[in-house]
C-alpha cells in the first residue's frame, strides 16, 4: 500500500499562485509514477499532470499546460505541483495518485493508489 497525503490548497485570487505538495509513504517512492487529478464542484474528476518515475517525462492536460508545473523529489518522498497564473476554473479538489505504470496522459481507469485530495478556490 501507497499511502498520499496532500498539502497546500487554499484560496486564492485569480492571477494567483499555490504550490500543492504530497508526501508518500509505505512503498518505494521512486518505484512509482505520479499524477494529480482534480475534481471542479459538479463535474467529473479529470486528469492535470503526470511525472514517471525519475523525472524524466512529464504530461500536462491541454488546459493547464504552461501555468503548472509538476516535480518530485524521490529524497523526500515528495511530488509538488506548482500552480501559477490561477483561474476560476481551476477551482477543484485536487488528488495526488500513484501507479506504476506511466500512461503519460492516460488514465481512464484513474491510478492505483489515491490521497483524500486539498481543495482550491480561485476567486475572480
Known amino acids: 500500500q501507497v499511502q498520499l497525503v496532500e498539502s497546500g490548497g487554499g484560496s486564492v485570487q485569480a492571477g494567483g499562485s499555490l504550490r500543492l505538495s504530497c508526501v508518500a509513504s509505505g512503498r518505494t517512492f521512486s518505484n512509482y509514477a505520479m499524477g494529480w487529478f482534480r475534481q471542479p464542484p459538479g463535474k467529473e474528476r479529470e486528469f492535470v499532470a503526470a511525472?514517471?518515475?525519475?523525472?524524466?517525462?512529464?504530461d500536462y492536460a491541454d488546459s493547464v499546460k504552461g501555468r503548472f508545473t509538476i516535480s518530485r523529489d524521490n529524497v523526500k518522498n515528495t511530488v509538488y505541483l506548482q500552480m501559477n497564473s490561477l483561474e476560476p476554473d481551476d477551482t477543484a479538489v485536487y488528488y495526488c495518485a500513484a501507479d506504476r505504470t506511466y500512461s503519460g496522459r492516460n488514465y481512464p481507469n484513474g491510478m492505483d493508489y489515491w490521497g483524500k485530495g486539498t481543495l482550491v478556490t480561485v476567486s475572480s
Open positions: 511525472i514517471s518515475h525519475r523525472s524524466g517525462r512529464t
